[in-house]
């Protein structure tokens, strides 16, 4: 099965680097998930689904964490790993 390397975050450079600290920012975490390194090969594809997310998460009336848990959920019933 084919897979995409990871962007690191110790070799982002530029818009990624601003971008990455955001996201770890947003999500209280110490790192940037698979899905966003995976996306930073391309900066726009990056910022477009870094808008998409924050879009989604921040927007609403259902609250971020009942999002997070639907989306648990659906990788869950799709199987996916990460």
């Given at each position: 099965m084919?897979?995409?390397?990871l ?15 955001e ?10 998930p ?21 879009t989604?998460?921040?927007?609403g ?19 996916c790993?990460?």
């Amino acid at each position: 099965m084919p897979t995409i390397k990871l962007v690191a975050e110790r070799q982002a450079e530029g818009r990624v680097r601003e971008i990455f600290e955001e996201i770890k920012a947003d999500l209280g975490t110490s790192f940037v998930p698979a899905n966003f390194r995976a996306a930073a090969h391309n900066l726009e594809h990056l910022e477009a689904y870094w808008y998409q997310y924050k879009t989604i998460m921040h927007k609403g009336t259902v609250d971020a964490a009942t999002k997070e848990v639907i989306a648990m959920v659906v990788s869950a019933l799709n199987t996916c790993d990460a």
